[in-house]
């Protein structure tokens, strides 16, 4: 069902770092170079896009000091800790089913999670953010609640929808957390791939914008499935 290891989206994430590693993370949003490293050093026979926020590639660049099957592994792990960490925060808040192993079997019969574990993706990263923005929001906490929901901006697209509600809301605490945050990772993004990486971000953004039809993007939009039927052959 799944293919070959390196088929996996994981592939998408373990590419920047692998990039930054070998020539500097300025060079992380060059699609030529995604290109090459997906197809000559991963041997995926389709090219998946990585165009996620600078500050993501600084936790994949310490994965890419692993090989590819052993830096999948190590994910795996983390992501399994997510998981279990999301059981745990969730449970003072769904008292039903009342019987903890019956709790836990639900828990763990979501199939897009196991998937987000199988594929090697975030997605869990972003699930617990908003766990704990949501745990802060109930306990009154709403300057921890912005910081949390600010962190989950490495998929801004699902995050800003929320922060604009509650900007509307008027939720002042929380847009200061969130502001403050948003701050800070612009801070790191800079000094994670410098000016040069920023503009290339900024650049790849813009062209996917204007070009949403090129096959190399098919992975970044949302509105056509996630695996590019393209391959490798690059129309930009």
């Not at 801004?156 to 939720?171: Q, S, T």
């Not at 701050?183 to 800079?190: D, G, I, K, P, Y």
């Not at 062209?207 to 090129?214: G, L, Q, S, Y």
């Amino acid at each position: 069902m799944f293919g070959h290891p390196q088929d996996l989206d994981f592939a998408g994430c373990y590419t920047p770092g692998f990039i930054s590693r070998q020539d500097g993370a300025a060079k992380i949003y060059d699609l030529q170079k995604q290109i090459q490293v997906q197809r000559d050093s991963l041997s995926r026979s389709e090219f998946l896009l990585y165009a996620y926020p600078p500050f993501h590639v600084l936790l994949f660049e310490q994965l890419a000091r692993f090989s590819y099957f052993q830096a999948y592994v190590i994910w795996g792990f983390v992501n399994v800790a997510l998981w279990l960490f999301f059981v745990h925060l969730m449970r003072t808040h769904a008292p039903i089913p009342r019987d903890p192993l019956r709790y836990f079997m639900l828990c763990f019969l979501f199939l897009p999670a196991w998937a987000n574990l199988v594929l090697g993706q975030n997605s869990l990263i972003l699930l617990v953010l908003y766990t704990l923005t949501f745990i802060c929001l109930e306990r009154r906490q709403d300057y921890r609640a912005g910081v949390f929901l600010g962190l989950g901006l490495l998929k801004y697209h699902l995050v800003l929808p929320f922060a604009l509600i509650c900007l509307l809301r008027g939720k002042w605490r929380l847009m200061a957390g969130f502001t403050l945050t948003c701050a800070a990772l612009v801070a790191l993004s800079f000094a994670a791939v410098g000016s040069a990486g920023m503009l290339s971000y900024v650049h790849l953004l813009l062209d996917i914008a204007r070009n949403p039809a090129n096959p190399l993007y098919e992975s970044f939009n949302p509105g056509t499935s996630c695996r590019p039927s393209g391959g490798f052959s690059p129309r930009c």
